[in-house]
């Protein structure tokens, strides 16, 4: 997965830097606010620190530890001629992934010593946890899918001496082979990357490697090791001097936010390295942006045999009054009611939580203090998009009893019944709630990573947006972007694709689109039966595509699998995005299948036809947080051949999700989504639709309302 680029156009180093820095800022902004306060751990050895290759190690070498699970880690190392920019994520507590973005000077095309821009993966698993005799053993692969630069396993044992000495000892082939182990492999350097090499994983010469680590106080590590890399390209390039296998570092941690490590590799050269931190499990958001809820009511004994009220339209009305005007106050809005004598079935839109159990939870609050004193059971309905999602079916005398219970929200929960929602639709609550305009303007901003002319472009301008809501799940919405300012759009790269064009020319559509219509849909969202959901929407589908989608979904509100599929005709856009079309037009489609794990692990599989008319499929894994963050990846196979899909063989990437509460000090449920994808390819795209069913509904659907379940009282 390599590109060059002329040594003129740019510094490296600051470039490749600064794309690292750009994408750290994506995981740790939410930290800064709270980064004097955070603690460092004090074990009874050393504590896991990141190599110069972003994943758990000393220096160049790795150790057998891991880091804290679900840590996410962005690491900016530079090394005379080398700068590698890391994302490390603690998948699970033993396996660590992680993608590196390298910048190597002088290890391009000899003929005019140009920079190699290089992409690699690595997968870390610590096989065996460390006991009072035992250490801990882990196994490794470096560069397991890319171009072979940094191409090398390992098998590794760490053990803590105490008095904060932890010793590393391992056996490593390829680059960690020394010479004749990098010369003994076969030599995918020239390779397209993107392919498993696997016949050459533990094979050829094999070397020990080994280091100590010591941490001297809370705060700062001294690092020794003993390195059999002899940087066998990069010597033979005159970019690094080789004199000794012993490396020296240091690494101050200023808090669990923030470490800069200083080494002396070598014998010739030093480095430094920058590491920015967080961890999704860890919530920083203040616990009440959204201010305190409507304490519930609780009735008198006896109260609830009055019925008079039903004969009673006058007091009917003040009620229902009262109840839009305290839903208004908690940002919820009442889209349908149902009252009777016994039980009241609401229909609530929740425009402000980012919790749906947080959004029920106050709706039923409201409810206790205006709903006459008869009515004991509570149908609490969201809607999403139009659509009833799940029934909620709580019992008034169980709200008002565990409102201040030490265990209330674990009580609710269990006497709770969360059901689908019945197709059968009440009287509307308000008929002013239809037709409703709402539009936005703000800032946005874009970036495209691993241009190899230029490693990291930003654009920023103004959005228009707007959504004309015209009736229960029939909508009109679009947005207009003006770029102001930034070099996104400056890249004159031609696509060297053999297939068919479908989004190798994302660069032109930066370039001309300065104005551009991002999206002009029609949408409509409905339920055709029992744990059936549906969605068909016609326009300009996203930037490059517009056409007519449609999709359906069955999942069953308590179950853990799902299955869907979607049809799609599409004809590709103009590349200013403005109203016309080009001559491509294509019919998609794919079937899905969607699997809650559990412990916060989403599984995804799409088989079908793809932009480009190649068929295959494509898997996903994402890992969530109560907190909503969520990190992922992907990879797509299909009919067409690695050698037809170009530099990267198959396309691949990650994906990070953050919330933007913590940020805009105030609830919202709005989210920052961005995809780091190591190329843009042909093979395997597919079509961008915004609004899919599945991450439509499930919000409210068994385990995940369950999960958000401890906010029902906030």
């Known amino acids: 997965m390599k590109a060059y680029a002329n040594e003129g156009q740019n510094d490296v180093t600051q470039k490749v830097a600064v794309a690292g820095l750009a994408m750290a800022s994506i995981m740790t902004v939410p930290l800064w606010a709270e980064v004097g306060s955070l603690p460092v751990s004090k074990p009874k050895g050393a504590n896991a620190s990141y190599s110069t290759y972003g994943t758990p190690g000393l220096i160049d070498m790795p150790t057998a530890l891991s880091f804290p699970d679900a840590e996410l880690g962005t690491t900016v190392f530079n090394f005379g001629n080398t700068t590698r920019t890391t994302i490390a994520f603690q998948l699970t507590p033993r396996l660590t992934t992680s993608f590196r973005y390298s910048a190597l000077k002088g290890l391009g095309d000899p003929s005019v010593r140009e920079t190699l821009y290089d992409r690699s993966f690595d997968l870390h698993y610590r096989l065996v946890d460390e006991t009072d005799f035992r250490p801990a053993i882990a196994i490794g692969l470096r560069d397991f899918i890319g171009t072979g630069v940094y191409s090398s396993e390992y098998v590794v044992a760490s053990k803590s001496l105490g008095a904060g000495i932890t010793v590393t000892g391992g056996v490593g082939w390829g680059r960690l082979g020394g010479l004749s182990g990098y010369n003994s492999r076969v030599d995918t350097f020239d390779r397209l990357g993107g392919q498993l090499e696997a016949g050459n994983w533990f094979r050829g010469n094999a070397e020990l490697f080994g280091g100590i680590a010591w941490q001297a106080t809370d705060k700062l590590q001294f690092k020794l090791e003993y390195s059999p890399d002899e940087y066998a390209k990069e010597v033979g390039r005159d970019i690094h001097d080789i004199d000794s296998p012993v490396n020296f570092g240091l690494d101050y941690r200023f808090n669990e936010a923030v470490s800069v490590q200083a080494f002396y590799m070598y014998g010739t050269t030093f480095g430094a390295s920058l590491n920015l931190i967080n961890n999704p499990k860890r919530s920083v958001a203040p616990s009440n942006l959204q201010g305190a809820p409507f304490p519930v009511r609780v009735r008198a004994p006896g109260a609830g045999r009055d019925l008079g009220w039903t004969v009673d339209n006058q007091q009917v009305a003040v009620r229902r009054d009262a109840l839009g005007k305290l839903m208004e106050n908690e940002g919820l809005a009442v889209e349908r009611l149902d009252?009777?004598?016994?039980?009241?079935?609401?229909?609530?839109?929740?425009?402000?939580?980012?919790?749906?159990?947080?959004?029920?939870?106050?709706?039923?609050r409201v409810l206790s203090q205006v709903m006459p004193d008869s009515v004991e059971t509570f149908t609490i309905?969201?809607?999403?998009?139009?659509?009833?999602?799940?029934?909620?079916?709580?019992?008034?005398?169980?709200?008002?009893?565990?409102?201040?219970?030490?265990?209330?929200?674990?009580?609710?929960?269990?006497?709770?019944?969360?059901?689908?929602?019945?197709?059968?639709?009440?009287?509307?609550?308000?008929?002013?709630?239809?037709?409703?305009?709402?539009?936005?303007?703000?800032?946005?901003?874009?970036?495209?990573?691993?241009?190899?002319?230029?490693?990291?472009?930003?654009?920023?301008?103004?959005?228009?947006?707007?959504?004309?809501?015209?009736?229960?799940?029939?909508?009109?919405?679009?947005?207009?972007?003006?770029?102001?300012?930034?070099?996104?759009?400056?890249?004159?790269?031609?696509?060297?694709?053999?297939?068919?064009?479908?989004?190798?020319?994302?660069?032109?559509?930066?370039?001309?689109?300065?104005?551009?219509?991002?999206?002009?849909?029609?949408?409509?969202?409905?339920?055709?039966?029992?744990?059936?959901?549906?969605?068909?929407?016609?326009?300009?589908?996203?930037?490059?595509?517009?056409?007519?989608?449609a999709e359906v979904l069955w999942k069953p509100v308590q179950s853990d699998f799902a299955i869907g599929a979607e049809i799609n005709y599409v004809k590709q856009r103009d590349y200013d995005q403005g109203f016309g079309f080009r001559d491509y037009e294509v019919a998609t489609g794919h079937v899905s299948g969607y699997w809650d794990v559990g412990g916060g692990y989403h599984a995804q599989v799409d088989a079908g036809r793809y932009l480009a008319g190649d068929w295959g499929a494509t898997v996903a894994l994402d890992r969530e947080f109560r907190n909503g963050w969520r990190v992922g990846a992907y990879a797509t196979l299909t009919d067409v051949s690695f050698d037809d899909f170009g530099e990267g063989s198959f396309d691949k990437g990650l994906r990070i999700t953050v919330p933007l509460s913590p940020l805009i000090g105030k609830e919202t449920r709005k989210k920052f989504t961005t995809e780091i994808q190591p190329l843009t390819r042909d093979g395997g795209a597919r079509l961008e639709v915004d609004g899919r069913l599945y991450e439509t509904v499930r919000e409210y659907h068994g385990s995940d309302l369950e999960g958000g379940w401890g906010r029902f009282w906030r």
């Open 339 to 364: 009252l009777q004598p016994r039980s009241v079935e609401i229909h609530i839109r929740n425009d402000r939580y980012s919790y749906g159990a947080e959004a029920v939870g106050r709706t039923a």
């Open 381 to 549: 309905v969201p809607v999403v998009r139009g659509v009833p999602a799940s029934a909620v079916t709580l019992q008034r005398r169980d709200v008002e009893r565990f409102e201040h219970a030490a265990d209330g929200s674990e009580r609710m929960l269990e006497r709770a019944q969360i059901t689908d929602a019945s197709t059968r639709k009440p009287a509307r609550f308000d008929d002013t709630l239809y037709p409703k305009f709402t539009w936005g303007l703000g800032p946005f901003a874009q970036a495209s990573y691993f241009d190899p002319d230029d490693p990291i472009r930003i654009g920023v301008g103004l959005e228009l947006s707007a959504n004309y809501d015209l009736a229960p799940g029939l909508s009109l919405s679009g947005s207009l972007r003006q770029r102001l300012a930034g070099d996104i759009g400056d890249s004159d790269r031609p696509s060297d694709s053999v297939i068919q064009k479908v989004r190798s020319e994302s660069n032109i559509y930066d370039r001309e689109g300065e104005t551009a219509l991002r999206t002009l849909t029609l949408d409509y969202y409905f339920k055709p039966g029992s744990d059936l959901y549906g969605r068909v929407s016609a326009g300009y589908l996203e930037s490059q595509y517009g056409g007519l989608s």
